[in-house]
Nanobody, 128 residues
Framework: EVQLEESGGGLVQAGGSLRLSCAFS????????IGWFRQAPGKEREGLSC????????YYPDSVKGRFTISSNTARNTVYLQMNSLKSEDMAVYSC?????????????????????WGQGTQVTVSS
């Protein structure tokens, strides 16, 4: 059974940093991509980053490149999202998801792309 669970969200001041964690189980690392997403009230899902743990390949859309970093710790079955220089517009529910995509790429930014497994999400609040 595949499970994903996010943690690390909370309240942070504008300009601050947070590191989110996505603990996963039941995922064959060589076959799956894990992505980070966010959704703010009234807005579509936004893809933030993707990693294929099996080959450590990553993808970031331009909107977060340079501010967000995805990484993994296979010993802990965890994928992280380091977020720096946070802004009020980063406030959202952040979720991780997994699917058997062969590579990470621009498709993660499409809200219509399906991901097989999702965590429950973690709230990030940025105070100005």
């Amino acid at each position: 059974e595949v499970q994903l669970e996010e943690s690390g969200g909370g309240l942070v001041q504008a300009g601050g940093s947070l590191r989110l964690s996505c603990a996963f189980s039941g995922i064959p690392l060589d076959d799956y991509a894990i992505g980070w997403f966010r959704q703010a009230p009234g807005k579509e899902r936004e893809g933030l980053s993707c990693i294929r743990v099996g080959d450590d390949s990553t993808y970031y859309p331009d909107s977060v490149k340079g501010r967000f970093t995805i990484s993994s710790n296979t010993a802990r079955n965890t994928v992280y999202l380091q977020m720096n220089s946070l802004k009020s517009e980063d406030m959202a529910v952040y979720s991780c998801a997994a699917a058997p995509y062969p590579r990470c790429g621009p498709y993660i930014t499409s809200p219509s792309v399906d991901w097989d497994y999702w965590g429950q999400g973690t709230q990030v609040t940025v105070s100005s």
